[in-house]
C-alpha cells in the first residue's frame, strides 16, 4: 500500500513560470514532510521541509503548502529555471521510528 | 564528512550469483537506511537500522534478500541469488536522532545493479 504518492509522473514548465508538484499521503500520523530532489546518477537531496504544525514554509523560490485535512502537500517552485530539471520526491515521516516514506517522484522538466 | 559512500557504483551480474552492496554511513549518524528505486514505487525503502540494531525490516521483498550492519561505520545488503526483476539503483542513507527528530538525512550516490 503506497502511504505516499505523487500522481504526476512527469511535469514540463515554461522558464520563468511557476512549478506546482504535488503529493497525497494516507497515513493521519504523519506529522513531518520533506521535499528531496534527484539528478540521474546521484542520491536524492534535501530541498525543504515542514512541520504538520505549519502549513506553509517558503525557502527562497521554493515554497511547500500543507493541507492536513486533505492529506495534501504541494512544493512551489517561482520562478523555475532550467537548473531546476531533476525528479522530485515527496516524503513523510511520524517521527516515531525515524524512517522517511517516499512517493514515487515526479520529473520536472523547465525549458528555457 | 565525505557523506554517505556506497559501493560499488555499478553491478552487473548474471543470474543466480550472489550480490553484495555495501555501505559507510556518515560518521556520528545513528540510523541507516536502505532504499531501492523502481519506476512504480519510487523510494522504496528495503530495510533501516539504529544502532547497528535493524529496526524494521518489512520492505525486504523476499528471503533472498538480507542486511548487515556489524558496526556503525558499515552496511550491506545481500541478494543470493540475484533476478533479473532485482534490476534496480539501490540507495543508503544516515541519520541522527536527537530530541525525537532525524536530522541531516543523507543519502549516497546509490548503486546501480543490473542482473542479466
Known amino acids: 500500500d503506497q502511504q505516499v504518492k505523487q500522481n504526476s509522473p512527469s511535469l514540463s514548465v515554461q522558464e520563468g513560470r511557476i512549478s506546482i508538484l504535488n503529493c497525497d499521503y494516507t497515513?493521519?500520523?504523519?506529522?513531518?514532510f520533506l521535499w528531496y530532489k534527484k539528478y540521474p546518477a546521484e542520491g536524492p537531496t534535501f530541498l525543504i521541509s515542514?512541520?504538520?504544525?505549519?502549513d506553509k514554509n517558503e525557502d527562497g523560490r521554493f515554497t511547500v503548502f500543507l493541507n492536513k485535512s486533505a492529506k495534501h502537500l504541494s512544493l512551489h517552485i517561482v520562478p523555475s529555471q532550467p537548473g531546476d530539471s531533476a525528479v522530485y520526491f515527496c516524503?513523510?515521516?511520524?517521527?516515531?521510528?525515524?524512517?522517511?516514506?517516499f512517493g514515487q517522484g515526479t520529473e520536472l522538466s523547465v525549458k528555457p | 564528512d565525505a557523506g554517505v559512500i556506497q559501493s560499488p557504483r555499478h553491478e552487473v551480474t548474471e543470474m543466480g550469483q550472489e550480490v553484495t552492496l555495501r555501505c559507510k554511513p556518515i560518521s556520528g549518524h545513528d540510523y541507516l537506511f536502505w532504499y531501492r528505486q523502481t519506476m512504480m514505487r519510487g523510494l522504496e525503502l528495503l530495510i533501516y537500522?539504529?544502532?547497528?540494531?535493524?529496526?524494521?525490516d518489512s520492505g525486504m521483498p523476499e528471503d533472498r534478500f538480507s542486511a548487515k550492519m556489524p558496526n556503525a561505520s558499515f552496511s550491506t545488503l545481500k541478494i543470493q541469488p540475484s533476478e533479473p526483476r532485482d534490476s534496480a539503483v539501490y540507495f543508503c542513507?544516515?541519520?541522527?536522532?536527537?530530541?525525537?527528530?532525524?536530522?541531516?538525512?543523507?543519502f549516497g550516490s546509490g548503486t546501480r545493479l543490473t542482473v542479466v
Open positions: 497515513n493521519s500520523m504523519f506529522d513531518y
Open positions: 516524503a513523510a515521516s511520524d517521527n516515531q521510528g525515524g524512517k522517511l516514506i
Open positions: 515542514i512541520s504538520s504544525i505549519k
Open positions: 542513507a544516515s541519520s541522527l536522532r536527537h530530541r525525537g527528530i532525524n536530522y541531516g538525512y543523507t
Open positions: 537500522f539504529n544502532n547497528n540494531v535493524p529496526i524494521d
